[in-house]
């Protein structure tokens, strides 16, 4: 399995961004698959999630900014970013687990300036 992060960057508060995440190698079905960050000297959190049920989860600090989708036909998830916070700032890293096993991608740094 492999996960390749895409659209992360700099931008101003209050602008936008687009990440994607394209997986290789990994069986859609029956899997939850999401967005972590990890801020310089915090741990990574949970960003947002969606489950091959479509049931979707985030982060108290994002819901009402970020949404999450996927799109099986094209093997790809895509979260969507508006309302930038400087506090948004970090590594955003795609993960996606299937029977009990995590599979990470190497992050993509979003970096979001005051």
């Known amino acids: 399995v492999q996960l390749v992060e895409s659209g992360g960057g700099l931008v101003q508060a209050g602008g936008s961004l687009r990440l994607s995440c394209a997986a290789t190698?990994?069986?859609?079905?029956?899997?939850?698959i999401g967005w972590f960050r990890q801020a310089p000297g915090k741990e990574r959190e949970l960003v947002a999630t969606?489950?091959?049920?479509?049931?979707?989860n985030y982060a108290e600090s994002v819901k009402g900014r970020f949404t999450i989708s996927g799109d099986n036909g094209k093997n790809t998830v895509t979260l969507q970013m508006n309302t930038l916070k400087p506090e948004d700032t970090g590594v955003y890293y795609c993960?996606?687990?299937?029977?009990?096993?995590?599979?990470w991608g190497q992050g993509t740094q979003v970096t979001v300036s005051s």
């Open positions: 190698g990994f069986i859609w079905t029956d899997y939850s």
């Open positions: 993960m996606a687990r299937r029977l009990g096993l995590p599979y």
């Open positions: 969606i489950t091959s049920g479509g049931i979707t």
